[in-house]
């Protein structure tokens, strides 16, 4: 197990408000991934990072930022919530021998 | 850009069958294909990583193939069960930075 945990597992916000969601992982992965799972477009990748302060877009990046002070933790951040950003959000690492390992994931849901 | 296929989009088979899950993917220079699987409302459970060096893996009751020449991996499930009942989805890297595209997946039910 690549023990990564995603936080909060479950949150509901309203519509303009700044959310920040954490992915944690304890093995010291150097790249780390936020994607997006929605009905009809599968997953889709928003940012992901290659190392410490090291991030870069997805194909679905706008509304999003994200920051990487520390190898372990990738913070998502929702810096005005709207409803097209309901969604269950998945973080994962990647192992090169091993390749990907997701988070349970969190659901988002802007009201 | 990389593109990935599955098909079909669903299947519903008796209990004890065979079946092979399709996955095409668009730009052959991959290093590496993964198959995952997704139980409804839970999180994505790695399956299989094939490395572009081999053309299987096996792990239990499922077989995956890569052929990269021909843009094509599948799953073989052999002797299906109900608790094989999920989604199925196959991913293939995109560009730099090791990112995957995914496919949007094959619903799988095995029936009693």
């Known amino acids: 197990d690549a023990g990564i945990t995603q936080s909060p597992r479950h949150k509901v916000t309203e519509t303009g408000t700044p959310v920040t969601l954490r992915c944690h992982q304890t093995?010291?992965?150097?790249?780390m991934y936020w994607y997006r799972q929605d009905p009809g477009h599968g997953l889709r990748l928003i940012h992901y990072?290659?190392?410490?302060?090291?991030?870069d877009k997805g194909e679905v990046s706008d509304g999003y930022s994200v920051s990487r002070s520390k190898t372990e933790d990738f913070l998502l951040t929702l810096e005005s919530a709207t409803s097209s950003q309901t969604s269950v959000y998945f973080c994962?690492?990647?192992?090169?021998?091993?390749?990907?390992?997701f988070g349970s994931g969190t659901r988002l849901t802007v009201v | 850009k990389q593109e990935v296929t599955q098909i079909p989009a669903a299947l519903s088979v008796p209990e004890g069958e065979n079946l092979v899950l399709n996955c095409s993917f668009t730009?052959?220079?991959?290093?590496?294909l993964q198959w995952f699987r997704q139980d409804p409302g839970k999180g994505l459970t790695s399956l299989l990583l094939i490395q572009s060096s081999q053309r299987e893996q096996t792990s239990g009751r499922l077989n995956a193939s890569l052929d990269k020449s021909s843009g094509r991996s599948t799953l073989y499930i052999a002797a299906s069960q109900p608790g094989d009942s999920a989604t199925y989805l196959c991913a293939a890297p995109t560009g730099g930075g090791n990112k995957l595209t995914f496919g949007t997946g094959t619903q799988l039910k095995v029936e009693l």
């Open positions: 730009d052959s220079a991959i290093y590496n």
């Open positions: 990072s290659y190392g410490v302060k090291d991030t």
């Open positions: 093995e010291n992965h150097r790249y």
């Open positions: 994962a690492i990647f192992d090169r021998d091993y390749g990907y390992t």
